[in-house]
């Protein structure tokens, strides 16, 4: 009996050490830092092996020279729903993902485009230059 409830009180604090992040604070984090008016890109996959399940060089080449000059980490950053030292981040819940790759532009204001076709992101950054390229 000892070690039933020795067993339940450890699930019990193991589910309470899990925290997963809030859409809230995943905007804030992805979000290019203030005034540099940057855009940051994100793929969102499926899977654990991105380069395995995604054309990423034909992704990465969709996007014009000019256009990565817009982006903060000048290209796409991939990545998916994981958990890490028990925190769990998961794009597919609080972005309402449901096919992949799904890609998610944001300003310093938030997320701008959410899509999943690579030449509409392409068209956003080449209608949507930030001042400093004007």
Avoid at 17 to 46: G, R, V
Wanted: a negative charge.
């Amino acid at each position: 009996m000892k070690l039933f409830f020795i067993s339940i009180f450890s699930i019990v604090i193991l589910t309470a050490c899990n925290q997963e992040i809030s859409k809230d604070d995943m905007i804030h984090d992805m979000t290019p830092p203030d005034p540099l008016n940057y855009f940051t890109l994100y793929a969102i996959s499926e899977n654990e092996n991105i380069r395995e399940h995604n054309d990423i060089e034909n992704i990465n080449q969709s996007l014009s020279d000019e256009n990565r000059e817009s982006l903060y980490h000048g290209g796409i950053i991939w990545a998916r729903d994981t958990k890490v030292e028990n925190v769990i981040w998961d794009y597919t819940g609080n972005f309402d993902i449901e096919s992949y790759p799904t890609f998610l532009v944001f300003d310093t204001k938030g997320l701008t485009l959410q899509t999943t076709d690579i030449d509409e992101v392409e068209d956003f950054l080449s209608t949507n230059k930030p001042a400093w390229r004007e």
